[in-house]
């Protein structure tokens, strides 16, 4: 399968810490995205990374690229309540559409 | 822009009915994707569009689902008949460009159980 998988299934961490998900993936891409979804909404987009870069940052994400290891990974850090979701990669394996990892459900307990 | 669209938001229906989910794209975006989201298989691709042509429906899983594009600003899912296993949400999204290269953005999502 093309799917990426992402570990770990689930996370739990206290507010004001950090966050780590990784993300690995089996063919050739030409860029990577970070989704995130909240309990019974749509996904929505956190960040692009495209094959030639290695590193990220928007905010509190930062977001790594290893292509020699197909392997990406998103941190969040200090970590808020409201940061509790699920983290999806996704990966255009040089096509037009985009194939959702299993995703990550992260806690952040108050 | 409102966002993408998707109407109904819940629709609970028997097997073998038909069923029909909605979406409008946001005006100006070119593809357009419909997902269905399950915990068991997670989320996939069903079929998307390009300036309202069909480009993959490999995800399609069987004869008894279709879409339609009729213009740039409608799309259907078509479900006919039901069953129990296509019990799940379906998400339509809509992005101005492929290749991977710009987000895609996702409607709320159709949350469809067959009885």
């Known amino acids: 399968s093309q799917q990426g998988e992402e570990d770990p299934q689930a996370l739990s961490i206290q507010e004001g810490e950090n966050a780590t998900m990784n993300c690995s993936y089996k063919?050739?891409?030409?860029?990577l995205q970070w989704y995130r979804q909240n309990s019974g909404r749509g996904l929505v987009h956190l960040i692009l990374?495209?094959?030639?870069?290695r590193e990220k940052h928007s905010g509190r994400l930062r977001v790594t690229l290893d292509t020699s290891k197909k392997s990406s990974s998103l941190l969040i850090t200090a970590s808020r309540a409201a940061d509790t979701a699920s983290y999806f990669c996704?990966?255009?394996?040089?096509?037009?559409?985009?194939?959702f990892g299993t995703g990550t459900r992260l806690q952040v307990f108050p | 822009d409102a966002g993408v669209i998707q109407s109904p938001r819940h629709e609970v229906t028997e097997m073998g009915q038909e069923v029909t989910l909605r979406c409008k794209p946001i005006?100006?975006?070119?593809?357009l994707f419909w997902y269905r989201q399950t915990m068991m298989r997670g989320l996939e691709l069903l079929i998307y569009?390009?300036?309202?042509?069909?480009?993959?429906d490999s995800g399609m899983p069987e004869d008894r689902f279709s879409a339609k594009m009729p213009n740039a600003s409608f799309s259907t899912l078509k479900i006919q008949p039901s069953e129990p296993r296509d019990s799940a949400v379906y998400f339509c999204?809509?992005?101005?460009?492929?290749?991977?290269?710009?987000?895609?953005?996702f409607g709320p999502g159709t949350r469809l159980t067959v009885l």
């Open positions: 990374i495209r094959s030639n870069e």
């Open positions: 005006s100006g975006h070119d593809y």
């Open positions: 999204a809509s992005s101005p460009s492929g290749r991977g290269d710009n987000e895609q953005f």
């Open positions: 996704a990966t255009d394996f040089n096509t037009d559409k985009l194939i």
């Open positions: 569009f390009n300036n309202n042509v069909p480009i993959d």
């Open positions: 063919t050739s891409i030409n860029n």
